[in-house]
């Protein structure tokens, strides 16, 4: 089993920036790719950044992909999400996401393990 447990989260002025942090605790994470997704009050979750372990390889939406960048760190066992330029659309509560499947990785149910989500605020 691995715990994911997702930090830095908070109010934030358009423009600005966060960086959020998700670490993996348990079971030493061996898996594939871990992710970050948000969900907006009345929206489905929806997929925001991932990153291959090994590889390193990085996926990003459309919309954020110039100005987030996801990291990991594999002795640590975290990954980051550093938000550049928020927008007020950016709000979300972001949450991490860790899987040991190789494909689908823009897709919620390509995960195996959940953290419990951060809450993200950008004001006008």
């Known amino acids: 089993q691995v715990q994911l447990a997702e930090s830095g989260g908070g109010l934030v002025q358009a423009g600005g920036s966060l960086r959020l942090s998700c670490a993996a605790s348990g079971r030493t994470f061996g898996g594939n790719a871990m992710a970050w997704f948000r969900q907006a009050p009345g929206k489905e979750r929806e997929f925001v950044a991932a990153v291959r372990w090994i590889a390193g390889t990085t996926y990003y939406e459309d919309s954020v992909k110039d100005r987030f960048t996801i990291s990991r760190d594999n002795a640590k066992n975290t990954v980051d999400l550093q938000m550049n330029s928020l927008k007020p659309e950016d709000t979300a509560v972001y949450y991490c996401?860790?899987?040991?499947?190789?494909?689908?990785?823009?897709?919620?149910?390509?995960?195996?393990?959940w953290g419990q989500g951060t809450q993200v605020t950008v004001s006008s």
């Open positions: 996401g860790a899987t040991w499947k190789l494909f689908g990785l823009r897709s919620t149910n390509a995960y195996d393990f």
